[in-house]
């Protein structure tokens, strides 16, 4: 069945940066729009950022200027390099990978804090 493995969370310190990764599997990747969400304690899971099967990209207001969204197609995995976090950003991080249906990864915990 369909895979979506996300790695490099960890805890940082306020201001610093991370880097997620997410490898996909049993997809047509190149054809997915790519997208990571967030889904913080006691809140809903939220839209990070996404990106489109051509290259267009979206993101949240709160991640914009200090998070790239990226993919390669040749790997099948996509990107997530956060810079400038803030404690606001800790959350468990999934991968989204999404064309008529949806799949989920498993998650990464993001912790900020000193």
């Known amino acids: 069945q369909v895979q979506l493995v996300e790695s490099g969370g960890d805890l940082v310190q306020p201001g610093g940066s991370l880097s997620l990764s997410c490898a996909a599997s049993?997809?047509?990747?190149?054809?997915?729009?790519m997208g990571w969400y967030r889904q913080a304690p006691g809140k809903q899971r939220e839209l990070v950022a996404r990106?489109?099967?051509?290259?267009?990209?979206n993101y949240a207001d709160s991640a914009k200027g200090r998070f790239t969204i990226s993919r390669d197609n040749a790997k099948n995995t996509v990107y997530l390099q956060m810079n400038s976090l803030k404690s606001e950003d800790t959350a468990v991080y999934y991968c989204n990978a999404q064309r008529l249906v949806n799949y989920w990864g498993q998650g990464t915990q993001v912790t900020v804090s000193s």
């Open positions: 990106i489109s099967s051509d290259g267009s990209t």
């Open positions: 049993r997809i047509i990747f190149s054809m997915y729009t």
